[in-house]
């Protein structure tokens, strides 16, 4: 069953400006992750964060982690419009079990 | 050198027909998984392979048959094709750690069936 649900759908933003992109989840989980996918490509692994851990930070990205709300974000910030593409979170609730995905948030970023 | 490599790309065939869709990895790792991502980019897990053993199996039509000959290589049959097979399959795999949570996964550029 589906388990992450990204908010925005879709992001229109400017070169230079921030973007931020909401997850949601179900259940307890273990980690939660994001990862990008440009158009007609696979999965890219972004960022990792462990279900102990509230905040990440990985060049221009910053991930938050509230597991009271069952909710994560994702910052990117100075958006280039290289980072054009659609981001998934995805989770995996306890040890050993797959990965769940949401639907994605699409990113245009113009210049 | 591609880590996670699919083929084909891109695959069109009639119904009832079977199919197969390979894929390698030369990461090393030694859990595999086969995804299928819709025309709504809904991204869902069908299988998944720990050291050549099914460890997953989700609510899959099983015309579908995954085969891990190696622990480098879990390979997609599909029997008896259907319309609504169409979609994109990706192939990951990662590196699990005995009963720890996967790790990040890497995908494969993806292989888009179309079922005329």
């Known amino acids: 069953s589906q388990q992450g649900e990204e908010d925005p759908q879709a992001l229109s933003i400017q070169e230079g400006e921030n973007a931020t992109m909401n997850c949601s989840y179900k259940?307890?989980?273990?980690?939660l992750q994001w990862y990008r996918q440009n158009s007609g490509r696979g999965l890219v692994h972004l960022i990792l964060?462990?279900?102990?851990?509230r905040e990440k930070h990985s060049g221009r990205l910053r991930v938050t982690l509230d597991t009271s709300k069952k909710s994560s974000s994702l910052l990117i910030t100075a958006s280039r419009a290289a980072d054009t593409a659609s981001y998934f979170c995805?989770?995996?609730?306890?040890?050993?079990?797959?990965?769940?995905f949401g639907k994605g948030t699409t990113l245009s970023v113009s210049s | 050198d591609t880590a996670v490599s699919q083929t084909p790309k891109y695959l069109v065939t009639q119904m009832g027909n079977d199919k197969s869709i390979k894929c390698e990895q030369n990461?090393?790792?030694?859990?595999m998984y086969w995804y299928k991502q819709d025309s709504k980019k809904f991204l869902k897990i069908m299988f998944s392979?720990?050291?050549?053993?099914?460890?997953i199996n989700e609510t899959v039509p099983n015309r579908f048959s995954p085969k891990s000959p190696d622990k480098a290589h879990l390979n997609l049959h599909i029997n008896s094709l259907e319309l609504g097979d169409s979609a994109v399959y990706f192939c990951?795999?990662?590196?699990?750690?005995?009963?720890?949570?996967?790790?990040?996964?890497?995908f494969g550029p993806g292989t888009r069936l179309t079922v005329l």
């Open positions: 259940t307890s989980i273990n980690n």
């Open positions: 995805a989770t995996d609730h306890q040890a050993g079990t797959a990965l769940i």
């Open positions: 990951a795999s990662s590196q699990s750690g005995g009963r720890a949570s996967y790790n990040e996964q890497f």
């Open positions: 964060i462990r279900s102990n851990e």
């Open positions: 392979y720990n050291n050549k053993e099914l460890i």
């Open positions: 990461l090393g790792h030694d859990t």
